[in-house]
C-alpha cells in the first residue's frame, strides 16, 4: 500500500479547525490539483471560488444552516457547476450553443467535473495534513448564496470544502461494506440478499455510534436513511437551475 492509498482510507471529516489559515502556496497546490483532476470532453465545467473573508464566511455559515466550521476554517472552497464560459466561447466563435447547455446532459457533466475536481481537491488537502468537510447546506438558500458569490447565468453553488489543520482528528464512520457497494458483469437484483447486507451493516454502525456516545446512541443507517428521505428537502433546487438557465431540456 502507497501513501496515497493510506491518505485515502484515512479519510474523514473535520468540524473543528485550528485558527491558522492556509498560505497562499497551499491554497494554489490544492487548486491545482483540482484542476488535473479527469474532465469530460476537456470541458473543465467548473469553477472554485475561495472565500477568506470572515464576514462573508459568517454570512454563508448562516446560509448554510448554522454550521460553524463553514465560518471558521483554514480557507473556505465553493465548487460551482460553471457553464458561463462555454456560453462564451460560442459567442466567441459565432455559433450558438444554449441548447447544449441548458441540456440535462450538459448539466450532468457539470456536476461530475465539478465533484471530480473537488475529490482530487480533498485529496490534495489531506495529503498537506489539512483536514476537510463537504458542505451540502449552501444548497439551504441556494439562491442567496448565487446572490453573495455573484454568480452569473449557467452557474450555480454545488457544495463547500471547509479546510483548515484539525483540531483534532474526529472517528472514522464505518462504510457500507464493499461486496454491498462493488458488483461484477451486472447488477445483483436480489432482494434478500440486500436485507441480509444492511442487516449487518446496521448492526456495525449502531456499535459504532454506541461506542462513540458512551451508549447514548444506537440508530442504525436504514434507520438515518429512512427517516431523512421520509419528507422531500431542497424541492426550490428545479426552479432555481431552471432561471439559471440549466436542467432545461
Not at 432482494?191 to 456516545?213: A, G, P
Request: contains cysteine.
Amino acid at each position: 500500500m502507497n501513501q496515497t492509498i493510506e491518505t485515502m482510507l484515512n479519510h474523514r471529516s473535520i468540524r473543528k479547525f485550528k485558527n491558522t489559515p492556509l498560505s497562499n502556496e497551499q491554497i494554489e497546490t490544492i487548486v491545482k490539483s483540482a484542476q488535473m483532476a479527469s474532465t469530460s470532453s476537456y470541458i473543465q465545467a467548473y469553477t472554485i471560488i475561495g472565500v477568506k473573508n470572515k464576514e462573508k464566511k459568517e454570512t454563508l455559515a448562516k446560509l448554510a444552516g448554522n454550521q460553524p466550521y463553514v465560518a471558521n476554517n483554514g480557507h473556505f472552497f465553493i465548487f460551482c457547476a460553471d457553464l458561463y464560459r462555454h456560453y462564451l466561447a460560442g459567442d466567441l466563435e459565432g455559433v450558438k450553443v444554449e441548447d447544449s447547455i441548458q441540456s440535462t446532459e450538459k448539466f450532468i457533466v457539470s456536476v461530475v467535473d465539478a465533484s471530480l475536481a473537488a475529490q482530487n481537491a480533498t485529496i490534495a488537502a489531506e495529503s498537506l495534513n489539512l483536514g476537510i468537510c463537504y458542505i451540502g447546506g449552501l444548497r439551504n438558500n441556494i439562491l442567496e448564496v448565487s446572490e453573495l458569490l455573484k454568480l452569473p447565468p449557467y452557474v450555480i453553488p454545488l457544495f463547500g470544502l471547509a479546510v483548515g489543520v484539525p483540531e483534532n482528528l474526529s472517528d472514522q464512520k464505518p462504510r457500507l461494506p464493499l461486496e454491498n457497494i462493488y458488483q461484477e458483469e451486472e447488477y445483483i437484483q436480489n432482494k434478500e440478499h440486500y436485507i441480509s447486507q444492511l442487516k449487518d451493516y446496521n448492526t456495525t454502525v449502531s456499535s459504532y455510534y454506541e461506542q462513540r456516545t458512551g451508549g447514548k446512541r444506537k440508530d442504525h443507517w436504514t434507520e438515518q436513511m429512512a427517516s431523512m428521505l421520509s419528507e422531500p428537502k431542497r424541492m426550490h433546487m428545479k426552479e432555481f437551475l431552471e432561471k439559471k438557465g440549466l436542467n432545461k431540456t
